[in-house]
């Protein structure tokens, strides 16, 4: 269709996650005109879902609090993990970067960061830290944000209660313990009489935690910073002039096609493609047709970034040790011929009092290692030609005070789950087994074998609660392992689990810049890619929480400083000149 008009900028941001609108933000505080388009009616992507929790070692946060390091201790814990695929370029770029970030934003913009000075990394191999290299978005009242909130993607449902989100740490232990602690039933109380005061009056909870808090913190110094925002505007394809990019076409309501001109760059951060079938038989070796993978990302995650760069000449790079942020996931139904929602199994596997087997009845892995490690171990676990799936098993004790996957515990009824057909329910083991499919016997023996143990609070098999990080998941209050217990109390229950992710590693190849690489490793002028669709800079390795957000935020933020031309942080004492916003028939 005819190009109806053409808008001009200095910088185009293509997709409104953390990584786009950390650049947007930058940029625009520099003075520059930045224009953010998202294809969905929603702003925030999978980053308005997630834990929000941002790995950024040596953080201005963390060394307030006395946590004192050395840039080479996670500098070595990196290439410990990562082995020949550590990128020191990109490596040293964010650790002597990231903390410039944090301090940036906290300085010059909404977003305000709260510590996660106890949570360690997720292994320890040399140079781990027990704690003081993780900071999230502090919680976010949403009726700061004006009408704006009507845009905010809303937390991932089947996480939250009733579309309230649990933040990590003390919030989500009250509410654990809210049955066996007079103080943390009130504060649940509290918390519930002000959901149903904000459902009432604004359709939904206006106390914003993780990564919705994230994304509304971004989103309101976007709109402070004259940033322009679009939504239901998708970017097409891109348009060259010579070899530099000088912006994109850009459909809109109605098939309309605009031009957006950019004067300094475009910046591509669509979220990778956790749901882009024929890049995911491409580069998932377990699912060669494609469709065995359930993504937590939004479904319109579709790989649209990562082809538009490839299209201008970038690389893809899949030389990753795995292409995506494998974690087990349950289906959750949802009925009426509604497609299931994927519900990501981060904390439950670490309690004590429950075990993962495959259908032969064994365990293949210690429970509460992370998510990534998790899958791994179940993709060599499972035969050529198998399904690739596990189950998780526990007994009435566990599901009334934990919950299992999207079951809740007490006092919420469980019987809606098991009419569903998400909660299996027996009341022996062997009949447990005969309903999931898992051979009967074995399932009896790994059970008594795993009980006969974990009385005694060790696990010699798999070692479950042996590390930090399993405790730290685990229940404080359990002892002598606070991983480990029984499996002993009829009913039992089970969750059949199945390969996701949390997002994709493989993408765009790009430098520490953020500028998108060609295949001779050459930057393509004018184009930059952060977050998902760009290649991890992890290798495919997950070492610690938050090592998507974390790379995402700072090198949207150096994106945006190189666009702005600035090579370090700058005084910015002297607010710049705010962009003018067009009307826009697009334009929140």
């Known amino acids: 269709m005819e190009h109806e008009k053409t808008d ?10 953390a990584g786009g609108l950390s650049a947007a933000v930058t940029a625009a505080t520099h003075g520059l005109r930045v224009i953010v388009l998202e294809k969905e009616s929603v702003f925030g992507g999978t980053s308005a879902w997630s834990g929000g929790w941002m790995w950024i070692p040596r953080n201005p946060l963390a060394v307030r609090a006395g946590f004192q390091e050395d840039i080479e201790t996670p500098r070595t814990y990196l290439k410990s993990e990562l082995g020949a695929r550590f990128d020191a370029e990109k490596i040293d770029a964010f650790l002597e970067r990231g903390p410039e970030m944090v301090e940036f934003f906290e300085h010059h913009t909404s977003v305000r960061f709260i510590d996660g000075n106890h949570i360690p990394d997720f292994h320890t191999t040399p140079g781990a830290a027990m704690g003081g290299r993780s900071v999230c978005a502090m919680p976010f009242d949403g009726r700061e944000l004006g009408p704006l909130i009507d845009k905010l993607r809303e937390p991932l449902s089947v996480i939250t209660i009733k579309g309230m989100g649990l933040a990590a740490g003390r919030d989500i232990t009250h509410f654990y313990r809210a049955t066996r602690s007079m103080r943390s039933a009130l504060y649940v109380a509290r918390r519930l009489t002000a959901l149903a005061w904000h459902r009432l009056w604004h359709g939904r909870s206006m106390h914003l935690v993780n990564g919705n808090a ?3 913190r971004l989103l309101k110094s976007a709109v402070n910073r004259g940033v322009e925002l679009r939504t239901c505007a998708r970017a097409v394809s891109l348009v060259v002039d010579g070899r530099r990019l000088t912006g994109a076409k850009v459909e809109v309501a109605g ?21 882009d079938v024929a890049k995911i038989a491409q580069t998932f070796a377990y699912t060669p ?12 995650n579709t790989g649209d970034g990562i082809r538009l760069g490839e299209s201008v000449g970038g690389h893809f790079s899949n030389a990753l040790d795995a292409p995506a942020a494998w974690a087990p996931v349950s289906l959750v139904p949802q009925g009426n011929g509604a497609a299931d929602i994927v519900f990501p199994h981060l904390i439950d596997r670490a309690k004590p009092g429950v075990i993962a087997v495959t259908r032969n009845g064994s365990r293949f892995v210690n429970e509460a290692a992370s998510y990534r490690d998790f899958i791994s171990a179940l993709l060599s676990a499972t035969q050529a030609g198998e399904e690739v799936c596990a189950w998780l098993i526990c007994d009435h004790r566990f599901q009334r005070r934990y ?28 009949e447990l087994a005969v309903k999931c499919g898992i051979e009967p016997q074995e399932l009896q023996n790994t059970v008594e074998a795993y009980n006969k143990n974990a009385k005694e609070g060790a696990d010699p098999q798999f070692h479950k609660g042996s590390t930090f990080y399993d405790r730290v998941l685990g229940d404080a209050e359990h002892q002598p392992n606070p991983c480990l217990a029984p499996i002993k109390k009829s009913p039992f229950y089970a969750v059949k689990l199945l390969p996701g992710s949390l997002g994709t590693f493989a993408g765009l190849a790009t430098d520490a810049q953020a500028r998108v690489l060609d295949k001779n490793s050459g930057a393509i002028p004018g184009l930059y890619a952060v977050g998902n669709d760009s290649a991890s800079m992890m290798g495919g390795f997950y070492p610690s929480g938050g090592i998507t957000l974390g790379p995402a935020m700072t090198f949207g933020y150096l994106a945006g400083q190189a666009l702005a031309g600035m090579e370090a942080a700058q005084d910015l004492t002297k607010p710049p000149h705010a962009a003018k916003v067009k009307p826009s028939a697009n334009q929140v």
Not at 262 to 272: D, P, S
Not at 289 to 300: E, I, K, N, V
Request: glycine content about 14%; charged content about 10%.
């Open 289 to 300: 047709s494609g469709l065995d993978h359930w993504s937590a990302a939004p479904r319109s």
């Open 8 to 17: 001009e900028c200095d910088v185009l941001v293509v997709g409104s996650g």
């Open 403 to 430: 919950g299992l996957g999207f079951s809740k515990p007490f006092p919420f009824p469980v019987w809606p789950y098991r009419r569903s057909g998400y909660l299996v329910q027996a009341s022996t083991l062997g």
């Open 255 to 275: 098939g309309i096609i605009h031009h957006v001109r950019a004067t300094r760059g475009v910046v591509l951060a669509c979220g990778g493609y956790p749901h």
């Open 214 to 216: 994230l994304i509304a």
